[in-house]
């Protein structure tokens, strides 16, 4: 488990972490009794990692903060199949129905400029108000200054 989340005044636990056999990420959702309500694995690539994740209760809506170097689920840098790993928002629903989904990329389209990649720490994201805050580092940007 590299995230958990659990809601204010909820008897819910949220996690997210890693399949140890298909390389997913994985969210599940118990009761604080224990039950489980669901686990499953993100077909959304595989060398993706989930480091954050926030619950929206009223929803039944998770966001989550994963890193990955897939292509498939790319906008932008397409490519760079080692490298880097980009950071990507997911919001999906308690049944697994995508939402919507964001790339952020802190590396440069240029083929000249080595492209960079994005760590997290564990439980890397947080909601503040209405907006979504992370920390992590980069490696391998470059300004042009």
């Known amino acids: 488990m590299n995230a958990f989340d659990q809601p204010k005044n909820t008897n819910i636990f949220l996690g997210c972490g890693q399949s140890a056999t298909l390389n997913?990420?994985?969210?599940?959702?118990?009761q604080?009794?224990?039950?489980?309500q669901f686990s499953r694995s993100l077909n959304i690539?595989?060398?993706?990692?989930?480091?954050?994740?926030?619950?929206?209760?009223?929803k039944?809506?998770?966001?989550?903060?994963?890193?990955?170097?897939?292509?498939?689920?790319?906008?932008?840098?397409?490519?760079y199949t080692t490298s880097p790993q980009d950071a990507f928002i997911f919001i999906i629903t308690d049944s697994g129905t995508i939402i919507r989904g964001q790339q952020?990329?802190?590396?440069?389209?240029s083929a000249i400029n080595v492209p960079g990649s994005v760590k997290f720490g564990i439980n890397a994201l947080k909601k503040v108000?209405?907006?979504f805050i992370f920390a992590g580092y980069s490696t391998g940007?470059?300004?042009?200054?």
């Open 104 to 109: 952020i990329s802190f590396s440069s389209s």
């Open 24 to 30: 997913n990420p994985i969210l599940w959702k118990i």
């Open 60 to 79: 039944a809506q998770s966001t989550l903060l994963l890193s990955s170097n897939v292509d498939a689920i790319k906008t932008v840098n397409k490519g």
């Open 32 to 36: 604080s009794d224990g039950s489980k």
């Open 45 to 58: 690539a595989s060398t993706s990692y989930c480091y954050g994740i926030n619950y929206n209760y009223d």
């Open 129 to 131: 108000g209405e907006y």
């Open 141 to 145: 940007f470059s300004t042009k200054f």
